[in-house]
Protein backbone atom coordinates (compact mmCIF):
# COMPACT_ATOMS: atom_id res chain seq x y z
CA UNK A 1 0.00 0.00 0.00
CA UNK A 2 1.32 3.89 -0.96
CA UNK A 3 2.33 5.74 1.95
CA UNK A 4 -0.40 7.48 2.77
CA UNK A 5 0.24 11.06 5.20
CA UNK A 6 -1.39 11.27 8.66
CA UNK A 7 -4.83 12.68 7.93
CA UNK A 8 -4.80 14.58 11.17
CA UNK A 9 -1.96 16.81 9.76
CA UNK A 10 -4.24 18.49 7.01
CA UNK A 11 -6.27 19.39 10.14
CA UNK A 12 -3.22 20.94 11.76
CA UNK A 13 -2.29 22.27 9.14
CA UNK A 14 -5.08 24.26 8.02
CA UNK A 15 -5.78 25.57 11.86
CA UNK A 16 -2.08 27.03 11.77
CA UNK A 17 -2.55 28.44 7.92
CA UNK A 18 -5.95 29.75 8.56
CA UNK A 19 -5.10 31.08 11.71
CA UNK A 20 -7.22 34.44 11.48
CA UNK A 21 -9.44 33.88 9.21
CA UNK A 22 -13.39 32.70 10.23
CA UNK A 23 -13.71 28.82 9.66
CA UNK A 24 -17.00 28.29 11.23
CA UNK A 25 -20.22 30.02 11.65
CA UNK A 26 -23.75 28.71 12.81
CA UNK A 27 -25.97 30.40 10.26
CA UNK A 28 -27.20 33.99 11.42
CA UNK A 29 -25.60 33.09 14.75
CA UNK A 30 -21.95 33.12 16.08
CA UNK A 31 -18.73 32.65 13.96
CA UNK A 32 -15.69 30.69 15.02
CA UNK A 33 -12.24 32.07 13.52
CA UNK A 34 -9.46 28.66 13.27
CA UNK A 35 -7.98 29.84 16.42
CA UNK A 36 -10.95 29.69 17.86
CA UNK A 37 -12.06 26.26 16.68
CA UNK A 38 -7.70 26.03 18.18
CA UNK A 39 -8.80 26.70 21.80
CA UNK A 40 -11.87 24.82 21.58
CA UNK A 41 -10.34 21.76 20.71
CA UNK A 42 -7.54 21.85 22.96
CA UNK A 43 -9.99 22.63 26.21
CA UNK A 44 -11.62 19.10 25.06
CA UNK A 45 -8.44 17.52 24.45
CA UNK A 46 -7.66 18.38 28.53
CA UNK A 47 -11.26 17.81 29.19
CA UNK A 48 -10.74 14.09 27.55
CA UNK A 49 -7.31 13.53 29.12
CA UNK A 50 -8.07 14.65 32.66
CA UNK A 51 -11.55 12.79 32.14
CA UNK A 52 -10.11 9.31 31.59
CA UNK A 53 -10.44 8.90 27.89
CA UNK A 54 -7.69 6.90 26.31
CA UNK A 55 -6.29 7.03 22.57
CA UNK A 56 -8.98 4.35 20.93
CA UNK A 57 -11.75 5.06 23.27
CA UNK A 58 -15.16 5.36 21.27
CA UNK A 59 -16.80 9.34 21.61
CA UNK A 60 -20.32 9.20 20.28
CA UNK A 61 -21.98 12.58 18.54
CA UNK A 62 -25.34 13.19 17.59
CA UNK A 63 -27.38 16.70 17.33
CA UNK A 64 -27.90 18.99 14.57
CA UNK A 65 -25.05 20.73 12.25
CA UNK A 66 -23.51 23.30 13.97
CA UNK A 67 -20.07 25.09 14.76
CA UNK A 68 -19.80 23.34 18.12
CA UNK A 69 -21.07 19.26 16.72
CA UNK A 70 -17.70 20.09 14.31
CA UNK A 71 -15.37 21.17 16.90
CA UNK A 72 -15.98 17.87 18.94
CA UNK A 73 -15.53 15.89 16.15
CA UNK A 74 -12.11 17.77 14.81
CA UNK A 75 -11.64 17.25 19.23
CA UNK A 76 -12.17 13.50 18.82
CA UNK A 77 -10.11 12.69 15.73
CA UNK A 78 -7.25 14.55 17.01
CA UNK A 79 -7.22 13.30 20.30
CA UNK A 80 -6.66 9.80 18.95
CA UNK A 81 -10.28 8.66 19.87
CA UNK A 82 -12.59 7.32 17.33
CA UNK A 83 -16.05 9.47 16.77
CA UNK A 84 -19.07 7.71 16.20
CA UNK A 85 -21.66 10.42 14.35
CA UNK A 86 -25.04 9.45 14.84
CA UNK A 87 -27.81 10.56 12.85
CA UNK A 88 -30.10 13.33 15.23
CA UNK A 89 -33.23 11.72 13.44
CA UNK A 90 -32.57 8.63 14.52
CA UNK A 91 -35.17 7.89 17.39
CA UNK A 92 -34.32 7.94 20.61
CA UNK A 93 -34.26 3.78 21.13
CA UNK A 94 -32.14 3.79 17.52
CA UNK A 95 -29.42 6.52 19.37
CA UNK A 96 -29.57 4.56 22.37
CA UNK A 97 -28.71 0.99 20.39
CA UNK A 98 -25.86 2.38 18.64
CA UNK A 99 -23.90 3.84 21.81
CA UNK A 100 -24.05 0.88 23.66
CA UNK A 101 -23.13 -1.23 20.24
CA UNK A 102 -20.56 0.68 19.08
CA UNK A 103 -19.21 0.92 23.35
CA UNK A 104 -19.06 5.07 23.24
CA UNK A 105 -17.30 6.46 26.32
CA UNK A 106 -18.67 9.93 26.24
CA UNK A 107 -21.76 11.31 24.51
CA UNK A 108 -22.15 14.86 23.04
CA UNK A 109 -25.73 15.32 22.53
CA UNK A 110 -27.84 18.76 20.70
CA UNK A 111 -29.94 20.49 22.62
CA UNK A 112 -33.16 18.94 20.59
CA UNK A 113 -31.43 15.26 21.30
CA UNK A 114 -30.81 15.80 25.34
CA UNK A 115 -34.68 15.87 25.86
CA UNK A 116 -35.59 12.89 24.19
CA UNK A 117 -32.44 10.61 25.42
CA UNK A 118 -32.79 7.87 28.58
CA UNK A 119 -29.38 7.80 30.21
CA UNK A 120 -30.51 4.30 32.31
CA UNK A 121 -30.55 3.00 28.64
CA UNK A 122 -27.26 3.62 27.85
CA UNK A 123 -25.37 1.88 31.21
CA UNK A 124 -22.09 1.89 30.37
CA UNK A 125 -21.77 5.94 29.09
CA UNK A 126 -19.36 7.56 31.72
CA UNK A 127 -20.71 11.20 30.64
CA UNK A 128 -23.06 12.90 28.04
CA UNK A 129 -21.88 16.34 27.33
CA UNK A 130 -24.26 18.91 25.92
CA UNK A 131 -23.13 20.33 22.36
CA UNK A 132 -24.11 24.08 22.71
CA UNK A 133 -21.89 24.84 25.80
CA UNK A 134 -20.12 21.97 26.24
CA UNK A 135 -21.35 21.62 30.03
CA UNK A 136 -21.73 17.96 31.59
CA UNK A 137 -25.05 16.51 31.06
CA UNK A 138 -24.58 13.80 32.68
CA UNK A 139 -20.99 12.23 34.16
CA UNK A 140 -20.63 8.48 36.07
CA UNK A 141 -16.90 9.84 36.62
CA UNK A 142 -15.75 12.05 39.54
CA UNK A 143 -12.93 11.78 37.08
CA UNK A 144 -14.91 13.45 34.31
CA UNK A 145 -16.68 16.21 36.71
CA UNK A 146 -13.98 17.73 38.37
CA UNK A 147 -11.83 18.32 34.80
CA UNK A 148 -15.32 19.53 33.71
CA UNK A 149 -15.22 22.19 36.46
CA UNK A 150 -11.59 23.34 36.68
CA UNK A 151 -11.28 22.92 32.70
CA UNK A 152 -10.34 26.63 32.29
CA UNK A 153 -7.77 26.65 35.32
CA UNK A 154 -6.28 23.85 33.67
CA UNK A 155 -5.97 25.01 30.52
CA UNK A 156 -4.17 28.66 31.98
CA UNK A 157 -2.09 26.71 33.55
CA UNK A 158 -1.18 24.58 30.29
CA UNK A 159 -0.95 27.92 28.13
CA UNK A 160 -0.25 30.54 31.21
CA UNK A 161 0.47 33.37 28.81
CA UNK A 162 -1.44 32.60 25.62
CA UNK A 163 -2.57 30.21 23.16
CA UNK A 164 -0.57 30.08 19.98
CA UNK A 165 -0.24 28.60 16.64
CA UNK A 166 2.75 26.72 17.76
CA UNK A 167 0.99 24.82 20.87
CA UNK A 168 -1.17 23.33 18.34
CA UNK A 169 0.15 19.85 17.62
CA UNK A 170 -2.08 16.54 17.08
CA UNK A 171 -2.41 12.79 17.25
CA UNK A 172 -0.57 11.26 14.30
CA UNK A 173 -3.01 8.80 12.58
CA UNK A 174 -1.65 5.50 10.84
CA UNK A 175 -3.48 4.59 7.54
CA UNK A 176 -5.38 1.38 8.80
CA UNK A 177 -6.21 2.76 12.12
CA UNK A 178 -9.79 3.18 12.81
CA UNK A 179 -10.90 6.73 12.62
CA UNK A 180 -14.96 6.29 13.23
CA UNK A 181 -17.72 4.37 12.83
CA UNK A 182 -20.44 5.56 11.09
CA UNK A 183 -23.73 3.67 11.49
CA UNK A 184 -26.08 3.47 8.13
CA UNK A 185 -29.61 5.20 7.84
CA UNK A 186 -30.56 1.47 7.64
CA UNK A 187 -33.79 1.08 5.58
CA UNK A 188 -33.99 -2.56 6.21
CA UNK A 189 -34.18 -2.46 9.76
CA UNK A 190 -31.31 -2.39 12.65
CA UNK A 191 -28.43 0.07 10.86
CA UNK A 192 -24.51 -1.40 10.76
CA UNK A 193 -21.25 0.46 12.13
CA UNK A 194 -19.33 0.97 9.51
CA UNK A 195 -15.94 0.95 10.34
CA UNK A 196 -14.04 3.60 8.44
CA UNK A 197 -9.99 3.67 9.13
CA UNK A 198 -7.90 6.91 8.88
CA UNK A 199 -7.01 5.88 5.02
CA UNK A 200 -10.23 6.13 3.63
CA UNK A 201 -11.08 9.72 5.32
CA UNK A 202 -7.59 10.90 3.18
CA UNK A 203 -8.71 8.86 0.61
CA UNK A 204 -11.68 11.12 -0.54
CA UNK A 205 -10.04 14.23 1.09
CA UNK A 206 -6.92 13.89 -1.85
CA UNK A 207 -9.37 13.54 -4.19
CA UNK A 208 -11.50 16.23 -3.11
CA UNK A 209 -8.40 18.39 -3.10
CA UNK A 210 -6.86 17.29 -6.22
CA UNK A 211 -10.48 17.77 -8.21
CA UNK A 212 -11.91 20.78 -6.76
CA UNK A 213 -9.21 22.59 -4.71
CA UNK A 214 -8.06 24.91 -7.20
CA UNK A 215 -11.74 26.43 -7.93
CA UNK A 216 -12.63 26.90 -3.97
CA UNK A 217 -9.82 28.43 -2.36
CA UNK A 218 -8.64 29.30 1.26
CA UNK A 219 -11.44 31.59 2.51
CA UNK A 220 -14.40 30.68 0.17
CA UNK A 221 -17.50 30.21 1.71
CA UNK A 222 -19.28 26.52 1.51
CA UNK A 223 -22.94 26.11 3.23
CA UNK A 224 -23.27 22.48 4.69
CA UNK A 225 -26.79 21.82 4.32
CA UNK A 226 -26.27 17.61 4.55
CA UNK A 227 -25.94 16.14 7.90
CA UNK A 228 -22.28 16.00 9.19
CA UNK A 229 -23.35 12.19 10.28
CA UNK A 230 -23.62 11.14 7.07
CA UNK A 231 -20.46 10.72 5.08
CA UNK A 232 -21.45 12.52 2.20
CA UNK A 233 -21.93 15.43 4.19
CA UNK A 234 -19.41 14.81 6.49
CA UNK A 235 -16.32 14.51 3.66
CA UNK A 236 -17.18 16.87 1.32
CA UNK A 237 -18.78 19.78 2.66
CA UNK A 238 -17.12 19.50 5.77
CA UNK A 239 -13.94 17.71 5.94
CA UNK A 240 -12.14 19.03 2.73
CA UNK A 241 -13.95 22.48 3.52
CA UNK A 242 -12.37 22.88 6.90
CA UNK A 243 -8.75 21.38 5.40
CA UNK A 244 -9.53 23.57 2.54
CA UNK A 245 -9.50 26.79 4.78
CA UNK A 246 -12.87 27.39 3.93
CA UNK A 247 -15.79 29.56 6.15
CA UNK A 248 -18.26 27.28 6.37
CA UNK A 249 -22.00 27.92 7.53
CA UNK A 250 -24.50 25.33 9.44
CA UNK A 251 -27.78 25.42 8.75
CA UNK A 252 -28.62 24.67 12.67
CA UNK A 253 -32.67 24.50 11.75
CA UNK A 254 -34.54 22.10 9.94
CA UNK A 255 -33.26 22.48 6.42
CA UNK A 256 -36.63 23.12 4.36
CA UNK A 257 -36.14 23.86 0.53
CA UNK A 258 -37.27 27.78 1.46
CA UNK A 259 -34.79 28.14 3.98
CA UNK A 260 -31.89 26.57 1.98
CA UNK A 261 -32.83 28.87 -1.18
CA UNK A 262 -32.92 31.55 1.32
CA UNK A 263 -29.49 30.93 2.43
CA UNK A 264 -27.68 30.19 -0.66
CA UNK A 265 -28.75 33.64 -1.62
CA UNK A 266 -27.07 35.02 1.46
CA UNK A 267 -23.63 32.91 1.80
CA UNK A 268 -23.19 32.77 -1.88
CA UNK A 269 -21.36 29.29 -1.43
CA UNK A 270 -18.06 28.74 -4.20
CA UNK A 271 -19.60 25.01 -4.21
CA UNK A 272 -22.46 23.34 -3.60
CA UNK A 273 -23.56 19.94 -2.63
CA UNK A 274 -26.55 18.38 -2.41
CA UNK A 275 -29.34 16.02 -2.49
CA UNK A 276 -31.50 15.40 -5.39
CA UNK A 277 -34.81 16.59 -3.57
CA UNK A 278 -33.42 20.04 -2.77
CA UNK A 279 -32.35 20.69 -6.07
CA UNK A 280 -35.25 19.60 -7.81
CA UNK A 281 -37.54 21.62 -5.43
CA UNK A 282 -35.79 24.81 -5.96
CA UNK A 283 -35.85 24.67 -9.72
CA UNK A 284 -39.75 23.13 -9.58
CA UNK A 285 -40.76 26.01 -7.75
CA UNK A 286 -38.37 28.93 -8.20
CA UNK A 287 -37.30 28.71 -12.04
CA UNK A 288 -39.81 26.45 -13.73
CA UNK A 289 -43.15 29.13 -13.08
CA UNK A 290 -40.88 31.74 -14.55
CA UNK A 291 -40.20 30.14 -17.54
CA UNK A 292 -42.50 27.54 -18.67
CA UNK A 293 -44.98 29.81 -20.56
CA UNK A 294 -45.31 29.89 -24.16
CA UNK A 295 -43.32 33.12 -25.34
CA UNK A 296 -40.09 31.61 -23.65
CA UNK A 297 -40.75 27.76 -25.62
CA UNK A 298 -41.31 29.83 -28.55
CA UNK A 299 -38.00 31.49 -28.15
CA UNK A 300 -35.96 28.48 -26.90
CA UNK A 301 -37.05 27.00 -30.46
CA UNK A 302 -35.36 30.45 -32.57
CA UNK A 303 -31.94 29.07 -33.28
CA UNK A 304 -31.03 32.56 -33.83
CA UNK A 305 -31.93 33.57 -30.22
CA UNK A 306 -32.36 30.26 -28.55
CA UNK A 307 -28.41 30.65 -27.06
CA UNK A 308 -29.36 33.97 -25.64
CA UNK A 309 -32.27 32.89 -24.14
CA UNK A 310 -30.74 30.11 -22.47
CA UNK A 311 -27.73 32.08 -21.47
CA UNK A 312 -30.27 34.13 -19.87
CA UNK A 313 -32.08 31.55 -17.98
CA UNK A 314 -28.66 29.68 -17.34
CA UNK A 315 -28.01 32.82 -15.22
CA UNK A 316 -31.61 32.76 -13.28
CA UNK A 317 -30.89 29.66 -12.34
CA UNK A 318 -27.40 30.67 -10.86
CA UNK A 319 -28.56 33.14 -9.30
CA UNK A 320 -30.76 31.12 -7.23
CA UNK A 321 -27.78 29.10 -6.52
CA UNK A 322 -26.19 32.49 -5.19
CA UNK A 323 -24.46 33.05 -8.49
CA UNK A 324 -20.75 31.41 -7.16
CA UNK A 325 -21.06 28.55 -7.23
CA UNK A 326 -17.85 26.40 -9.54
CA UNK A 327 -20.57 23.64 -9.92
CA UNK A 328 -23.74 21.89 -8.16
CA UNK A 329 -22.85 18.39 -7.23
CA UNK A 330 -25.33 15.45 -6.67
CA UNK A 331 -25.60 12.72 -4.81
CA UNK A 332 -27.05 10.19 -2.69
CA UNK A 333 -29.69 9.62 -4.86
CA UNK A 334 -30.11 9.66 -8.61
CA UNK A 335 -31.41 13.50 -9.81
CA UNK A 336 -34.29 13.50 -11.86
CA UNK A 337 -34.37 13.05 -15.53
CA UNK A 338 -36.22 16.28 -16.64
CA UNK A 339 -33.91 18.57 -14.05
CA UNK A 340 -30.90 16.98 -15.50
CA UNK A 341 -32.13 17.29 -18.97
CA UNK A 342 -33.38 20.93 -18.35
CA UNK A 343 -29.90 21.97 -16.68
CA UNK A 344 -28.04 20.39 -19.06
CA UNK A 345 -29.73 22.34 -21.97
CA UNK A 346 -28.92 25.73 -20.56
CA UNK A 347 -25.50 24.40 -19.50
CA UNK A 348 -25.74 24.78 -15.88
CA UNK A 349 -23.08 23.59 -14.34
CA UNK A 350 -24.28 20.28 -12.70
CA UNK A 351 -22.78 16.72 -11.82
CA UNK A 352 -24.21 13.72 -10.55
CA UNK A 353 -21.64 11.78 -7.92
CA UNK A 354 -22.22 8.38 -6.69
CA UNK A 355 -20.76 6.54 -3.43
CA UNK A 356 -21.43 4.85 -0.07
CA UNK A 357 -21.07 5.06 3.71
CA UNK A 358 -18.64 2.51 3.45
CA UNK A 359 -16.65 3.76 0.75
CA UNK A 360 -16.83 6.87 3.06
CA UNK A 361 -18.26 8.26 0.45
CA UNK A 362 -16.94 8.21 -2.76
CA UNK A 363 -16.89 5.90 -5.76
CA UNK A 364 -17.61 8.11 -9.13
CA UNK A 365 -17.20 11.21 -9.96
CA UNK A 366 -16.94 13.37 -12.97
CA UNK A 367 -16.17 17.28 -13.01
CA UNK A 368 -19.40 18.64 -14.96
CA UNK A 369 -16.92 19.51 -18.00
CA UNK A 370 -17.17 15.97 -17.99
CA UNK A 371 -19.97 14.84 -16.90
CA UNK A 372 -22.63 13.03 -19.06
CA UNK A 373 -26.47 13.19 -18.68
CA UNK A 374 -27.84 9.96 -16.77
CA UNK A 375 -24.20 8.94 -15.21
CA UNK A 376 -22.61 9.13 -11.89
CA UNK A 377 -19.28 9.89 -13.03
CA UNK A 378 -15.96 8.04 -13.50
CA UNK A 379 -13.94 5.97 -10.79
CA UNK A 380 -12.74 8.24 -8.10
CA UNK A 381 -8.72 8.61 -7.59
CA UNK A 382 -7.60 5.40 -5.46
CA UNK A 383 -10.15 3.31 -6.45
CA UNK A 384 -10.61 0.22 -8.94
CA UNK A 385 -14.58 0.03 -10.16
CA UNK A 386 -16.22 -2.75 -12.17
CA UNK A 387 -19.31 -4.60 -13.22
CA UNK A 388 -19.50 -7.81 -11.68
CA UNK A 389 -20.40 -10.37 -14.80
CA UNK A 390 -20.57 -7.68 -17.19
CA UNK A 391 -18.28 -9.46 -20.31
CA UNK A 392 -18.19 -5.89 -22.22
CA UNK A 393 -19.13 -2.64 -21.78
CA UNK A 394 -23.22 -1.78 -21.61
CA UNK A 395 -23.93 -5.45 -19.48
CA UNK A 396 -25.94 -4.84 -16.35
CA UNK A 397 -24.53 -6.25 -13.15
CA UNK A 398 -23.44 -5.72 -9.75
CA UNK A 399 -21.05 -2.59 -9.10
CA UNK A 400 -18.07 -3.61 -7.27
CA UNK A 401 -15.44 -1.82 -6.28
CA UNK A 402 -12.03 -1.73 -4.06
CA UNK A 403 -9.28 0.27 -2.77
CA UNK A 404 -8.15 3.02 -0.31
CA UNK A 405 -11.53 4.40 0.51
CA UNK A 406 -13.42 1.21 0.91
CA UNK A 407 -14.14 0.10 4.62
CA UNK A 408 -12.42 -2.24 6.97
CA UNK A 409 -15.74 -4.14 7.33
CA UNK A 410 -18.88 -3.77 9.73
CA UNK A 411 -18.05 -3.22 13.72
CA UNK A 412 -18.66 -6.39 15.49
CA UNK A 413 -20.38 -8.30 12.51
CA UNK A 414 -18.09 -10.52 10.36
CA UNK A 415 -21.23 -12.24 8.71
CA UNK A 416 -22.15 -9.24 7.05
CA UNK A 417 -18.58 -7.63 5.99
CA UNK A 418 -17.75 -11.26 4.81
CA UNK A 419 -21.53 -10.89 2.56
CA UNK A 420 -20.41 -6.96 1.72
CA UNK A 421 -16.03 -7.93 0.96
CA UNK A 422 -15.52 -11.07 -1.25
CA UNK A 423 -11.55 -12.44 -0.54
CA UNK A 424 -10.37 -10.08 -3.43
CA UNK A 425 -11.51 -7.07 -1.30
CA UNK A 426 -14.42 -6.00 -3.75
CA UNK A 427 -17.05 -4.30 -2.01
CA UNK A 428 -20.22 -5.34 -2.99
CA UNK A 429 -22.45 -2.03 -3.42
CA UNK A 430 -26.04 -3.82 -3.96
CA UNK A 431 -26.49 -1.22 -6.88
CA UNK A 432 -27.09 -2.56 -10.33
CA UNK A 433 -25.66 -0.62 -13.29
CA UNK A 434 -23.69 -0.37 -16.04
CA UNK A 435 -20.39 0.94 -17.28
CA UNK A 436 -19.54 2.75 -20.86
CA UNK A 437 -16.56 2.58 -22.65
CA UNK A 438 -14.73 5.34 -21.38
CA UNK A 439 -15.99 4.27 -17.87
CA UNK A 440 -19.08 6.42 -16.82
CA UNK A 441 -20.92 4.19 -14.93
CA UNK A 442 -24.79 4.54 -15.18
CA UNK A 443 -27.26 2.80 -11.88
CA UNK A 444 -30.07 1.60 -13.00
CA UNK A 445 -31.02 0.98 -9.08
CA UNK A 446 -30.96 -1.40 -6.06
CA UNK A 447 -30.56 -5.18 -6.14
CA UNK A 448 -32.84 -5.17 -3.77
CA UNK A 449 -35.65 -2.98 -5.06
CA UNK A 450 -35.55 -4.91 -8.24
CA UNK A 451 -38.59 -6.74 -9.02
CA UNK A 452 -39.76 -9.48 -11.29
CA UNK A 453 -42.17 -8.93 -13.90
CA UNK A 454 -44.91 -12.32 -14.18
CA UNK A 455 -42.60 -13.65 -17.08
CA UNK A 456 -39.42 -13.41 -15.40
CA UNK A 457 -38.44 -9.74 -17.00
CA UNK A 458 -36.34 -7.36 -14.53
CA UNK A 459 -38.26 -4.23 -13.70
CA UNK A 460 -36.28 -1.11 -12.25
CA UNK A 461 -39.09 0.56 -10.06
CA UNK A 462 -36.29 4.08 -9.79
CA UNK A 463 -36.72 4.21 -13.74
CA UNK A 464 -40.55 4.20 -14.00
CA UNK A 465 -40.74 6.71 -10.32
CA UNK A 466 -37.76 9.24 -12.63
CA UNK A 467 -40.79 9.28 -15.31
CA UNK A 468 -43.67 9.87 -12.98
CA UNK A 469 -42.29 12.08 -11.01
CA UNK A 470 -42.12 14.86 -13.30
CA UNK A 471 -45.22 14.54 -14.28
CA UNK A 472 -48.53 16.40 -13.49
CA UNK A 473 -49.17 17.10 -10.48
CA UNK A 474 -46.97 14.49 -8.56
CA UNK A 475 -44.69 15.90 -6.13
CA UNK A 476 -43.00 11.88 -5.45
CA UNK A 477 -43.89 8.44 -5.98
CA UNK A 478 -43.09 4.66 -5.24
CA UNK A 479 -43.51 1.35 -7.71
CA UNK A 480 -44.86 -1.59 -5.43
CA UNK A 481 -45.63 -4.99 -6.51
CA UNK A 482 -48.68 -6.82 -5.54
CA UNK A 483 -49.92 -10.35 -6.72
CA UNK A 484 -48.36 -9.55 -10.21
CA UNK A 485 -49.19 -5.89 -10.92
CA UNK A 486 -47.59 -2.55 -10.65
CA UNK A 487 -48.99 -0.39 -8.50
CA UNK A 488 -48.03 3.06 -8.11
CA UNK A 489 -47.87 5.28 -4.84
CA UNK A 490 -48.22 9.08 -5.54
CA UNK A 491 -47.81 11.43 -3.19
CA UNK A 492 -49.97 14.46 -5.13
CA UNK A 493 -48.34 18.46 -5.40
CA UNK A 494 -51.20 19.60 -2.90
CA UNK A 495 -49.57 23.58 -3.01
CA UNK A 496 -50.21 23.65 -6.67
CA UNK A 497 -53.23 21.46 -6.56
CA UNK A 498 -54.60 24.16 -4.07
CA UNK A 499 -53.79 26.94 -6.39
CA UNK A 500 -55.54 25.15 -9.33
CA UNK A 501 -58.34 24.32 -6.27
CA UNK A 502 -58.78 21.33 -7.25
CA UNK A 503 -61.10 18.37 -5.45
CA UNK A 504 -59.57 14.54 -4.80
CA UNK A 505 -61.95 13.83 -7.74
CA UNK A 506 -59.98 16.29 -9.88
CA UNK A 507 -56.65 14.82 -8.34
CA UNK A 508 -57.72 11.06 -8.99
CA UNK A 509 -58.73 12.23 -13.11
CA UNK A 510 -55.36 14.31 -13.29
CA UNK A 511 -53.25 10.54 -12.04
CA UNK A 512 -55.63 8.52 -14.35
CA UNK A 513 -54.26 10.48 -16.77
CA UNK A 514 -50.47 10.25 -16.14
CA UNK A 515 -50.57 6.52 -16.18
CA UNK A 516 -51.92 6.25 -19.28
CA UNK A 517 -49.55 8.58 -20.84
CA UNK A 518 -46.94 7.02 -18.75
CA UNK A 519 -47.60 3.47 -19.71
CA UNK A 520 -47.78 4.57 -23.20
CA UNK A 521 -44.19 4.78 -22.73
CA UNK A 522 -43.33 1.35 -20.98
CA UNK A 523 -42.73 -2.10 -22.42
CA UNK A 524 -45.92 -4.32 -21.73
CA UNK A 525 -44.33 -5.66 -18.70
CA UNK A 526 -43.71 -2.97 -16.37
CA UNK A 527 -47.39 -0.72 -17.28
CA UNK A 528 -48.75 0.25 -14.17
CA UNK A 529 -52.13 -1.29 -13.30
CA UNK A 530 -53.13 1.63 -11.07
CA UNK A 531 -51.97 5.29 -9.42
CA UNK A 532 -53.22 5.49 -5.50
CA UNK A 533 -52.97 8.45 -3.89
CA UNK A 534 -50.46 8.94 -0.78
CA UNK A 535 -51.81 11.99 1.52
CA UNK A 536 -48.20 12.18 3.48
CA UNK A 537 -45.18 12.18 2.20
CA UNK A 538 -43.43 9.02 1.94
CA UNK A 539 -40.73 8.65 4.99
CA UNK A 540 -37.01 9.31 4.01
CA UNK A 541 -33.87 8.48 5.02
CA UNK A 542 -31.44 11.51 6.37
CA UNK A 543 -29.79 11.36 2.71
CA UNK A 544 -33.89 11.66 1.43
CA UNK A 545 -34.51 8.02 -0.09
CA UNK A 546 -37.73 7.23 0.87
CA UNK A 547 -37.95 4.31 3.54
CA UNK A 548 -39.74 1.49 0.98
CA UNK A 549 -39.68 -1.45 2.66
CA UNK A 550 -42.15 0.37 5.13
CA UNK A 551 -44.77 0.13 1.43
CA UNK A 552 -44.23 -2.84 0.80
Not at 151 to 156: D, I, T, V
Not at 263 to 287: C, D, G, N, Q, Y
Request: aromatic fraction near 10%; charged fraction near 20%.
Amino acid sequence: MKQIPSFNSYIETSIVKNWDQDALTDYRGTTLQYKDVARKIEKLHILFENGGVSKGDKIALCGRNSANWAVAFLATLTYGAVAVPVLHEFNAEQIHNIVNHSEAKLLFVGDVVATCIDCDQMPHLEGIINVPDYSLHLSRSEQLTYAREHLNAMFGSKFPKYFRKEHVCYYKDSAEELALINYTSGTTGFSKGVMLPYRALWGNLDFCMAMLGDHVPSGSNMLSILPMAHMYGMAIEFIFGFCQGCHLFFLTRLPSPAIIAEAFAEVRPAIIISVPLVIEKIIRKKVFPKIQNNAVRLLMQMPVVSKKVKRKICEEVYKAFGGLAYEVIVGGAALNQEVESFLKTIEFPITVGYGTTECAPLITFSDYHDFVPGSCGTPVTHMEVKISGAKQSGDLGEIVTRGLNVMQGYYKNEEATREAIDEEGWYHTGDLGVMSEDGHVFIKGRKKNMLLGANGQNIYPEEIEDKLNSMAMVSESLIVQRDNRLVALVHPDYDGAGEMAFTNQDLQEVMENNRQELNAGLPAYSKISAIEIHVEEFAKTPKKSIKRYLYK
